[in-house]
């Protein structure tokens, strides 16, 4: 055991010394611990996620959308919110959540990977899980260690199916110690297996690349000008996605960029992540426009990398990181390369405004129900808690997204809520 700012959390028990592969050096966040913890807030939230996990699926309107509700509920918990107000974003998120619905047949331990990415089977992957459970003596990290990190293709490889929704759920399973969220994590990442495993898990697709650099950054700015993907779509949106990965030349520029990232110091390079996530959401949104709806999903998966990678073994580290980058390719193909303008995050006048500020529109202000509005804020601001903000780029982003943010867009043919 360890304590955190005096909370104690007891590390997985598949980390260990031995553990000596390349990582990226970072102290775990605070674990707030809301199965145990006896204040008010806490035990409503934890009651709260307990009824959106008896309530409603995690894959809801023709099972395209993913249920935020832990998200919503974890981010505004963490940034202050009272009971009452924990009440009420429930209350609203649930209007838009569905009841569960039977699966066509059950899961079992001896087939299950034939099950992956059949998203009709969500209340199948629950229930399986919640078995499993059972049979890991209730220990949820270890179930965790069992299905992610194990196999010939380990699932850990896939975790940016799905828009990184599993990925995400996980963060918030591991920062609020919930093994209700852990079990809809594992169900997410099930549902939403699809081929992007590969590029992880077969070698041959990781290959020189004509050019290289550290900077994620540097590489859009050049993936933005290339002319091979200048009539490749002619509308941003999700949809765009399997279309590029099925065109053999599309999907060669993808990997050539995605190949082009070299990983020499770890930390440093997801500090780097961090910064390009958050200017990927702010530095491409036009005045007056919404901000990009798959983008700021490249921002809260970062965060949720950032409270993963202290608590996973360090084989995966690197393969993480790499995971993150292929998905920050492939979306900003899929949202028809904006350009990436750092100044209008560095030009942002403060005005005596800082992180109360941002956490006082993300608890109390006009968008405090949206959900990836408050993970953005947050997001940011637990960066800035991460890597020092001496320069204000974090606090700067987070008060530009707060005083603009409208509402989202960006969509294609699917248009989300």
Same mark, same amino acid.
């Given at each position: 055991m360890f304590s955190l700012r005096g909370l104690a959390f007891g590390l997985p028990s598949w980390l260990s010394a031995a553990d000596r592969a390349p990582r990226v050096d970072i102290p775990s966040v605070i674990i707030h611990d809301i199965e145990e913890n006896p204040e008010k807030r806490a035990r409503t939230l934890k009651h709260l996620i307990k009824a959106n996990h008896i309530n409603h699926?995690?894959?809801? !309107?023709?099972?395209?959308?993913?249920?935020?509700?832990? !998200?919503?509920?974890?981010?505004?918990?963490?940034?202050?919110?009272?009971?009452?107000?924990?009440? !009420?974003?429930?209350?609203?998120?649930?209007?838009?959540?569905?009841?569960?619905?039977?699966?066509?047949?059950?899961?079992?331990?001896?087939?299950?990977?034939?099950? &992956?990415?059949?998203?009709?089977?969500?209340?199948? *992957?629950?229930?399986?899980?919640?078995?499993?459970?059972?049979?890991?003596?209730? %220990? *949820?990290?270890? &179930?965790?260690?069992?299905?992610?990190?194990?196999?010939?293709?380990?699932?850990?490889?896939?975790?940016?199916?799905?828009?990184? !929704?599993?990925?995400?759920?996980?963060?918030?399973?591991?920062?609020?110690?919930?093994?209700?969220?852990?079990?809809?994590?594992?169900?997410?990442?099930?549902?939403?297996?699809?081929?992007?495993?590969?590029? &992880?898990?077969?070698?041959?697709?990781?290959?020189?690349?004509?050019?290289?650099?550290?900077?994620?950054?540097?590489?859009?700015?050049?993936?933005?000008?290339?002319?091979?993907?200048?009539?490749?779509?002619?509308?941003?949106?999700?949809?765009?996605?399997?279309?590029?990965?099925?065109?053999?030349?599309?999907?060669?520029?993808?990997?050539?960029? *995605?190949?082009? *990232?070299?990983?020499?110091?770890?930390?440093?390079?997801?500090?780097?992540?961090?910064?390009?996530?958050?200017?990927?959401?702010?530095?491409?949104?036009?005045?007056?426009?919404?901000? %990009?709806?798959?983008?700021?999903h490249l921002l809260t998966s970062s965060h949720a990398l950032r409270i993963v990678l202290p608590l996973v073994p360090a084989k995966y580290h690197i393969s993480l990181l790499r995971q993150w980058w292929l998905f920050a390719v492939s979306a900003y193909i899929m949202q028809l390369r904006p350009a990436v303008d750092v100044s209008k995050i560095e030009n942002v006048e403060v005005d005596g405004e800082d992180w109360k500020t941002v956490d006082d529109r993300a608890v109390n202000g006009e968008y405090c129900t949206d959900a990836h509005y408050v993970k953005a804020g947050r997001a940011m601001k637990e960066a800035a808690n991460t890597w020092g903000d001496s320069d204000q780029y974090y606090l700067k982003a987070a008060l530009k997204f707060s005083r603009e943010f409208n509402g989202w867009g960006g969509f294609g043919a699917i248009a989300y809520p």
């Open positions: 699926s995690v894959i809801y !309107h023709d099972l395209q959308f993913h249920n935020h509700a832990p !998200h919503i509920l974890g981010s505004a918990y963490l940034l202050g919110a009272s009971a009452d107000q924990l009440n !009420h974003i429930y209350d609203e998120e649930s209007k838009e959540l569905e009841p569960w619905v039977d699966a066509p047949g059950e899961i079992s331990r001896h087939d299950w990977r034939d099950y &992956l990415g059949k998203r009709e089977y969500q209340r199948a *992957w629950i229930d399986f899980f919640e078995d499993q459970l059972v049979q890991h003596g209730y %220990d *949820w990290q270890e &179930l965790v260690e069992d299905f992610l990190f194990q196999g010939k293709e380990p699932l850990i490889n896939n975790m940016i199916n799905g828009l990184a !929704h599993g990925l995400i759920h996980l963060g918030y399973a591991f920062e609020l110690s919930s093994r209700t969220v852990a079990i809809e994590a594992l169900a997410l990442t099930t549902g939403f297996y699809n081929d992007m495993h590969k590029y &992880l898990d077969d070698p041959s697709y990781t290959k020189p690349s004509p050019f290289t650099s550290e900077s994620p950054l540097e590489i859009l700015e050049k993936l933005r000008r290339d002319t091979r993907l200048d009539d490749a779509f002619t509308q941003p949106g999700e949809e765009n996605l399997s279309v590029l990965v099925a065109d053999k030349e599309k999907e060669a520029v993808m990997l050539e960029y *995605w190949n082009s *990232w070299v990983i020499t110091n770890p930390k440093e390079q997801f500090a780097a992540i961090q910064r390009a996530a958050a200017a990927l959401v702010v530095g491409t949104h036009k005045e007056g426009e919404k901000y %990009d709806f798959f983008l700021v």
